[in-house]
């Protein structure tokens, strides 16, 4: 029993205990939860043909991307970041689950009228980050198949806006040639809401999702897929961008991209989460050289989209996470898209996918650890139906025949009409990448060894993943999603 003096404190005490749980429940949580308490936010911005010299951090001298760069400037520029194959479909498929095209059957760039696309069975990063209590959503070009079968929502993304494919495959190209593709459809969730989008919108329209998208999970975990439908060619700006470059439309394009990204770190920013969120800029290949001044640029490196040449599959990366990815750094380490599932599954404690995918976990790269070193031996470059054209190892890179494609010196198009390219071989060809980033000298004569080593690798590749350019059959292909 409780004597009488101490009555009225325990009175006190319990009115007080009442009064906290009647306000815990009443008044609403902070937008954001602890930093410390949730998994970090994820967001990923790639953007379609966007060169590596095409980012004011990254060498542009004429075009204005001072969110870019402020970006690089609070994280890390990735000088040697490859996509897995220079081309639309096949690179966001690597991007996606982490293998090389080649195993998922995923070749170029699939038309409108294609019935494949990716497998269901297989996972993306969405599906993977799921189960951990993300939020999931893609805004833009998907480009992995048409049919509603094989659309992102089938594949672990909660919410879809944007485009199925490319920007140019609709019935009359801008330079006058009659297509056989459909509209252009916009598409939401699996539903069309317009047959032909006004393209100077898109842009903004994705970016206005984005941002909706961070305010309305700031209180939880999620995974924020931008892909952007610009600048691939043809090439639109909003009212607010067109005519404000020194670079006409292109560079207007570019501007507004930039605004983009300002926005999303804006969200990131108002909602308290801009520290718990990682942030990754990239593109899904090289600049399209042949369209010219609608086109963008390599940078020093040779070629552009549609070659394994440095310029076709080496593009500009910025990554921030403060606290854990360092301020002001700058990594020319190789890295691939095919790494980042693996390397978020370990960032959250997610399992792996069940099948076999290619990238490995290269979180210590990320973060700089002392000593870390790409776990990699090599990485592989398919193009053209499956055939093994490349391979990166360390700083070497080895170039195997076949034909690739060339302007030859000849400038490329103007007003969004295409030079044609001429079509060369290729030899057995060895650069030293960290000498020669052009790949202007071909010194297999001087290193029988490293020739002996890469071609060991390639013969390791062509045995999983096939070769059709010699007709193998890799032992680890699988099928395409297919639609009847």
């Known amino acids: 029993m409780v004597p009488s003096r101490f009555l009225p404190v325990l009175r006190r005490s319990v009115a007080l205990l009442v009064g906290f749980l009647f306000l815990a429940t009443v008044i609403p949580r902070s937008s954001a939860a602890p930093a410390a308490a949730r998994l970090p936010n994820v967001v990923l911005i790639f953007c379609d043909d966007l060169g590596w010299g095409d980012i004011g951090c990254f060498g542009a001298k004429d075009l204005r991307t001072p969110q870019i760069d402020g970006l690089a400037r609070s994280g890390t520029r990735f000088t040697s970041f490859y996509v897995a194959q220079a081309v639309c479909s096949a690179s966001r498929a690597a991007l996606l689950t982490g293998c090389y095209p080649n195993r998922l059957g995923i070749h170029g760039a699939l038309g409108p009228n294609q019935k494949i696309g990716l497998h269901p069975d297989e996972m993306t990063i ?24 094989l659309l992102p929502i089938r594949q672990g993304f909660d919410e879809y806006f944007g485009l199925p494919y490319s920007n140019d495959m609709w019935p009359r190209h801008p330079s006058g040639a009659v ?11 699996d539903r069309v809401i317009e047959e032909m989008p006004d393209q100077s919108q898109l842009t903004r329209r994705y970016t206005e999702r984005a941002v909706d998208f961070i305010g309305r999970n700031a209180n939880r975990p999620f995974f924020l897929y931008l892909a952007h439908s610009m600048p691939h060619v043809p090439i639109f700006a909003g009212p607010r961008f067109a005519g404000r470059s020194k670079r006409g439309v292109f560079g207007d394009v570019i501007e507004e991209i930039d605004w983009s990204v300002g926005e999303v770190l804006r969200a990131l920013r108002r909602h308290g989460i801009e520290d718990n969120t990682l942030v990754i800029f990239t593109s899904d290949n090289g600049p399209w050289l042949s369209y010219g001044d609608h086109a963008g640029a390599a940078g020093p490196f040779r070629e552009g989209k549609g070659t394994s040449f440095e310029g076709g599959i080496r593009v500009p990366c910025v990554m921030r996470w403060p606290g854990k990815i360092p301020k002001g750094r700058v990594s020319d ?69 076949h034909t690739s494609q060339t302007l030859g010196g000849r400038p490329g198009g103007t007003n969004g009409i295409p030079t044609r390219y001429q079509q060369v071989p290729v030899g057995l060809e060895l650069y030293h990448l960290a000498s020669d980033p052009g790949e202007t000298r071909n010194v297999i004569a001087e290193q029988p060894e490293v020739l002996s080593r890469l071609l060991l690798l390639a013969e390791e590749a062509r045995q999983e993943l096939g070769d059709g350019r010699t007709q193998r059959v890799g032992s680890g292909v699988r099928e395409p999603g297919r639609v009847e």
Do not use: C
């Not at 297509?179 to 969730?189: A, K, S, V």
């Open 179 to 189: 297509g056989t593709y459909p509209p252009l459809p916009l598409i939401e969730g």
């Open 126 to 149: 969405a599906e993977v980050l799921k189960p951990r209590g993300y939020a999931t959503a893609m805004f833009g070009k998907w480009h992995l198949g048409r049919p509603a079968a």
């Open 333 to 401: 380490t190789p890295l691939m898209t095919i790494d980042l599932l693996p390397t978020l599954a370990g960032i959250v404690g997610a399992p792996l996918p069940s099948r076999k995918i290619d990238g490995l976990d290269v979180l210590p790269l990320l973060r700089g650890d002392p000593g870390a070193t790409n776990p990699h031996a090599a990485y592989f470059i398919y193009y053209h139906q499956g055939h093994l054209q490349a391979l990166r190892s360390g700083d070497w890179k080895l170039m195997l025949p």
